[in-house]
């Protein structure tokens, strides 16, 4: 009998609403120990998905430069107040900023195959599993390991 996502998913899930700040989804990730984590609307339908990368990229040295370009072309040789520049530094965006809203998902039936397959096409490392529409656990690329690890003659 082949394995399924049903016994080799995360359940419960962790998720976050779409309005958590980045602090709460950083928090969260981190407190976790999760790279990624679903976001679902107040009826708890999927509504996208936020991964550590997403987090980190304003952070990236290219972006920075261009924030900074940006802000000298505001400030045109004026000092710019510290309120502003502080404020410039904040992470104001929210879960419904940054999420990825094609979220590429699995029902409960599909088999480790069909998931990696999934995982490798798209490039993805996450995999939300579906049932009727709701979000009831996610398969991540480790959970594929593991599952291999553990039955190899049974994934196929």
């Avoid at 700040?21 to 990624?36: P, Q, Y």
């Avoid at 984590?37 to 304003?58: F, N, Q, T, W, Y």
């Avoid at 952070?59 to 404020?87: N, P």
Wanted: aromatic share 4%.
């Amino acid at each position: 009998m082949a394995v399924s996502a049903a016994d080799i998913m995360t359940s419960p899930v962790v998720t976050v609403s779409p309005d958590a700040d980045m602090a709460e989804i950083a928090t969260v990730l981190s407190g976790k120990h999760i790279s990624a984590v679903p976001v679902c609307d107040k009826d708890g339908k999927l509504a996208g998905i936020i991964s550590e990368a997403d987090v980190v990229r304003p952070f990236r040295e290219s972006v920075r430069a261009r924030r900074d370009w940006w802000l000298g072309l505001l400030s045109e040789g004026d000092a710019l107040s510290q309120d502003y520049l502080d404020y410039m530094r904040l992470d104001t965006r929210s879960a419904k900023d940054v999420m990825v809203r094609h979220v590429i998902t699995a029902a409960t039936s599909a088999t480790v195959p069909e998931l990696a397959e999934l995982m490798i096409g798209h490039g993805v490392k996450h995999i939300p599993i579906l049932r009727d529409e709701m979000l009831v656990g996610i398969v991540s690329r480790a959970d594929l390991v593991t599952a291999l690890a553990r039955a190899p003659a049974m994934l196929v």
